[in-house]
């Protein structure tokens, strides 16, 4: 089968400055996080995917084809940008509908298209408001619901979480959540990695507009051998509990915390085993085992030294 979208080889240069840098990269998930820095080359990367930019060198695909005045292509294809440029005073049903429009679309067919994209951003209560009322989460969403009229198979979201509140996260999760489940492919873009995580476990990650990894995050940990996996253990006693791991020639560190120690170690499966065996024993009162670097933002550090 065809991949959703598929790079090759795929640069980017303005002048000296090298935004995205020899991509291969294929991205086939129903949610995907393009995850780095700013000035990784993510929102680089989303206009080649879109057509906006020309490679330097290399290609991009999205359905087998490229995208660059392709309106077979680009049709299949919805865009939420970073940021917004909104005609204040209309509404937000205005906004989705005259968009819609230009897009080709009748009168009839736009106005429809418009309301279900609300009905579906949950924004049918206030779409006729002005968007000068709309807090940051509704902005967002309306935006969202642009590139939602369509129907499109594949969506880009640049940075949808920017500057929104913990309940316009909350909000934004639950949403491309939502958008995956009734079959569309979404590729979200973000700096901050702990929000990428709530969505999903399938990621790109960039830096200074190269891939430094792809895949499950769980796996790409796995395979960074050289950095011991730290294992952080809540117990009454932590001093007895860690006891039989300092004789663990894997173990390379422990360091104590109040009612807890971290161990640094090169075959976790073996800690994990031995941690399991004596909480089955009931010794040392272990409370909790956490695996201390899993997170994204370690696995990105680990990358990036």
Not at 105 to 132: F, V, W, Y
Not at 282 to 304: K, P
Request: negative net charge; charged residues 25%.
């Amino acid at each position: 089968m065809t991949a959703m979208i598929q790079t090759k080889s795929l640069s980017k240069w303005f002048g000296e400055v090298v935004a995205v840098n020899n991509l291969d990269l294929v991205i086939d998930e129903k949610i995907t996080g393009l995850l780095g820095p700013n000035g990784a080359g993510k929102s680089t990367f989303i206009k080649l995917a879109l057509g906006l930019y020309v490679p330097s060198r290399g290609e991009v695909r999205i359905f087998g084809d490229t995208p660059r005045n392709n309106m077979d292509v680009l049709r299949r294809i919805g865009y939420c940008p970073e940021t917004d440029n909104f005609f204040e005073s209309a509404t937000g049903f205005e906004f989705v509908y005259h968009l819609n429009r230009y897009w080709g679309m009748g009168r009839k067919q736009a106005r429809i298209a418009a309301e279900n994209a609300c009905e579906l951003t949950q924004m049918t209560s206030r779409m006729h408001d002005p968007i000068e009322t709309y807090s940051k989460g509704m902005r967002q969403r309306i935006k969202i619901a642009q590139a939602l009229s369509a129907n499109p198979e594949l969506l880009f979201l640049d940075e949808p979480m920017n500057g929104l509140d913990p309940r316009g996260r909350d909000e934004m999760y639950s949403l491309i959540q939502a958008l995956a489940d009734i079959g569309m492919t979404v590729v979200v873009s973000s700096h901050i990695l702990y929000e990428i995580e709530r969505i999903t476990d399938c990621v790109a990650l960039m830096f200074k507009g190269s891939l430094l990894a792809q895949g499950r995050v769980r796996d790409i940990r796995d395979l960074i051998d050289k950095h011991p996996h730290a294992i952080r253990v809540q117990s009454a006693r932590p001093r007895e509990t860690a006891a039989p791991f300092v004789a663990c020639s894997d173990v390379t560190s422990i360091d104590f915390e109040d009612a807890a120690f971290v161990m640094r170690t090169r075959d976790p499966n073996l800690c994990y085993e031995m941690l399991n065996e004596m909480m089955v024993r009931g010794e040392n009162d272990i409370c909790a085992i956490e695996c201390a670097d899993d997170s994204l933002q370690s696995v990105f550090d680990y990358l990036t030294r």
